[in-house]
């Protein structure tokens, strides 16, 4: 903080250029065609999720669902990685939580929760052309 002192900028001033918020033209009207955009991809991505049942990675259905099925239902594999703590229980455990959610809502089969949660992410993914506008938005 104090190298921006040093340069002669006031440090508040370089942080609202910085982030975007000492234009006034920072926060103009949205790009109007960015919602249909967003609307578009997820039908897509859902639709897909839908039709195709295949995994494109199977290490990723392996690594992280297994685990999320074993930590919901109580049974499954554990891959050496779990069990000396070589991996992340981030990804495993969101989908646990999306897992418990769909089992509380009776979605407990394979053939129902793996499309919702295939459309979760494919929702998520989405959301980052909306992150990505709007910090574009505000820097440039």
Known sequence: MRWLRGMGMPFAWSLK???GRGRSDACGPLWPGIH???????????????RF??????????????????LVY????????????IRN?????ALAGLLAFFRVLGLDQP??????????????????VYASYVA???LF
């Open 17 to 19: 250029s910085a982030l």
């Open 136 to 138: 574009g938005r505000n």
């Open 36 to 50: 249909a955009l967003a609307v578009t991809a997820v039908a897509l991505r859902v639709a897909l999720a839908y």
């Open 53 to 70: 049942d295949q995994f494109d990675h199977p290490d990723a259905l392996f690594q992280y669902l297994e685990q999320a099925h074993r």
């Open 111 to 128: 053939t129902l929760y793996v499309p919702l949660i295939k459309s979760t992410f494919a929702i998520i993914s989405v959301s980052v």
């Open 89 to 93: 229980w981030l990804l495993p455990g």
């Open 74 to 85: 109580g049974y499954g594999f554990i891959p050496w990685e779990y069990r000396f703590g």
